[in-house]
């Protein structure tokens, strides 16, 4: 099952990823296949796995090799300037370990955009991936879109410094509307009520970002920014203009996770809870090509 016009938007989170590893799974069990995918941070790497056309590859990366010590933690900082190690990540894993399927991905009919953050005008950048080699868009455009602030170092991606697109667009649903996609799959890493409240780490972000002062102002209120976004989510929602996979049980595990055991419950969780929607999704795709839901 083909879907053209509809766009699969995929929400970042950190290690919350395994989540929406465990319902891309799901679809591609199912056969479904969307001719549009727009990620940021996490949710964009489990995006081009799905373009990828790669099965199980985002467990192995979310799940199963997340006790090696160069995946995250604090040795990484001090050697590398990232909490989570980046260069294992984004070499040693595609290259070596959980090889990635780059002839597949490049050659893919779908359209992947990746959200990175401009450091020096603190502004979205979406990066397609047919404009790069897939080696470079997954050693640099993927770890910019992952590169949080503080804990990780600016990308520079053609003379520009770049950190992760959730800071100015968390989940961009707007720009898969705006590149022609009325109706939309969303797949969010947290509980549907959650809120974001404002951030403790003023102090931090003065210290640490101070060359880029539009950044310092856009996490000052980017609570309000993603609270935004989920408020006109939930509206697309109700109208029927987007179907919503999001975390049912309640979640147990936070941005920089290293419990395997956890992580793999919650790719589980995606997978049971996205086949338990199968019908009710199947259901809503249907009305769409039957025209039964409008714009």
């Known amino acids: 099952m083909f879907l053209k016009n509809i766009g699969l938007v995929l929400e970042g989170g950190g290690m ?54 160069r995946y995250l933690g604090i040795s990484n900082l001090l050697k ?12 040693k894993v595609p290259n070596e370990l959980v090889p990635f399927d780059y ?26 991936h047919k404009d790069f080699q897939p080696k470079y868009f997954v050693e640099k455009i993927l770890k910019a879109s992952c590169s949080l602030p503080i804990i990780s170092l600016p990308v520079e991606i053609n003379g520009k410094k770049y950190l992760d697109g959730g800071m100015v667009d968390p989940i961009p649903i707007e720009k898969s509307i705006d590149d022609g996609n009325p109706y939309n799959i969303i797949i969010l890493t947290r509980n549907k009520n959650y809120r974001k409240t404002p951030s403790k780490w003023g102090f931090l972000t003065n210290v640490f970002l101070y060359k880029y002062p539009k950044l310092i102002k856009i996490l000052k209120t980017r609570y309000k920014k993603y609270n935004n976004c989920i408020e006109r989510i939930n509206d697309l929602e109700n109208r029927g203009h987007v179907y919503v996979f999001r975390p049912e049980k309640e979640l147990s595990v936070d941005r920089f996770e290293k419990d395997v055991s956890k992580l793999n419950d919650l790719y589980e969780q995606g997978y049971y809870e996205t086949m338990n929607q199968m019908k009710h999704f199947k259901k809503w795709i249907k009305s769409i090509e039957e025209g039964s839901t409008t714009v």
């Not at 590893?21 to 549009?36: F, P, Q, T």
């Not at 590398?80 to 070499?91: A, H, P, T």
């Not at 050659?107 to 990066?127: H, M, R, W």
């Open 80 to 91: 590398e300037g990232s909490y989570f190690g980046m260069n294992f990540l984004f070499d």
């Open 103 to 128: 002839e597949t991905f490049f050659n893919s009919p779908v359209t992947l955009k990746v959200c990175a953050t401009d450091c020096e005008i603190g502004q979205p950048v979406y990066f397609e």
């Open 16 to 69: 919350r990823g395994a989540y929406t590893s465990g319902v891309l799974d799901a679809l591609m069990d199912e056969n479904i296949k969307v001719s549009y995918v727009i990620g940021v941070s996490a949710g964009a790497n489990n995006g081009a796995d799905f373009v990828a056309e790669q099965r199980e590859r985002n467990k192995k990366v979310f799940v199963d090799i997340v006790g090696d010590k």
